[in-house]
């Protein structure tokens, strides 16, 4: 190829505006005759009718035309996936991962033994937890009924008492407010810690304890007495209400692992020695078939 046809596929000058650099431009065409002529066909290159370019290579080296690659980036390799669908639909002798084997049929034996000894164990626990709560309702019952009547017979003493002295008169005979201290100790109940109520200090006064004269009994007196007893009742039911509540918890929790234990786990390990046990049986046939076959080829080449 002369030195006409040189000029002719030669590209021309590109400024600033191209992305290129006048000075940069300049420098690199003093290089080699064939200079040129590369670096024209190294820009039409990416061009309309050129392919798609290389993902892995382009993506690492960077040598990517203008628009090869789309936004999301290079596509990925097809051979990561290669194997998937093998190892997704292998699987082995039992659904459990236990071999088909007799210690593997042992071993699901021994599993189960210890599932049932746990759920009967479990069901006496709720046995007893089920007793301790009916021994607990009455006086429960019994005290939330005393709370009740003092609560009806509170209320209308204070209203009356509202009424008659005014809410200054009594914000006044309320000053200063009283802690109450309470001595509790802890225990547990079936495996449940609960608290008990070893004493308090006495919560209703008297005429002396409130530092008033003798004389008729006001009303807001009357209305501070009638709430002193309903605290009094409150705080002494407390521990036995805290009690009822955790052991209802606690025999729910247990119900549910109970209700687990023999609906869920338990046949889903009898299955699985089923399976174990059934592959054991289909081999031991084999077995006698093998040897059966092995016999009469060992009379048939006696003969």
């Given amino acids: 190829m002369g030195g006409p046809a040189v000029r002719a596929v030669r590209a021309g000058h ?14 690199t065409s003093r290089g080699p005759a064939g200079a040129g002529l590369r670096r024209s066909v190294r820009a039409h290159a990416g061009g309309a009718g050129a392919g798609a370019p290389h993902a892995v290579r382009d993506a690492g080296g960077g040598l990517v035309a203008d628009g090869g690659l789309p936004p999301g980036g290079p596509a990925a390799d097809s ?5 998937t669908s093998l190892r997704q639909g292998s699987g082995t002798v039992s659904e459990a991962g236990l071999p088909a ?15 049932e000894r ?19 309702a009455r006086s429960a019952l019994d005290t939330r009924e005393q709370i009740d009547i003092q609560a009806r017979a509170a209320w209308p003493v204070y209203l009356d008492a509202l ?32 608290a008990d109520l070893e004493a308090a200090a006495p919560i209703v006064r008297t005429l002396a304890a409130r530092g008033l004269p003798p004389g008729p009994v006001p009303a807001a007196v009357e209305a501070a007495e009638a709430f002193e007893r309903l605290t009094d009742l409150l705080v002494r039911a407390a521990p036995r209400e805290m009690l009822l509540r955790r052991l209802g918890e606690a025999l729910s929790q247990t119900s549910r692992q109970v209700n687990r234990l023999e609906r869920r786990v338990a046949p889903g390990l009898r299955r699985q020695a089923a399976r174990v046990r059934a592959a054991l049986d289909e081999r031991e046939r084999e077995e006698h078939v093998r040897l059966g076959l092995l016999a009469r080829a060992g009379a048939t080449a006696g003969r």
Avoid: C, I, Y
């Fill in 14 to 27: 590109r400024g600033a505006a191209d992305g290129h650099h006048r000075r940069r431009e300049r420098a």
């Fill in 79 to 83: 051979r990561a996936d290669l194997g």
């Fill in 163 to 194: 009424a008659a002295e005014g809410a200054g008169a009594l914000n006044g005979l309320a000053w200063p407010s009283r802690e109450l201290s309470v001595r509790v100790t802890a225990r547990v109940v079936w495996g449940v810690p609960v």
């Fill in 101 to 115: 084997t007799r210690l593997g049929l042992l071993r699901a034996q021994r599993r189960l033994e210890r599932l």
């Fill in 118 to 136: 746990g759920t009967s164990l479990l069901r006496r626990k709720r046995e007893a937890l089920v007793a301790e709560l009916f021994s607990l």
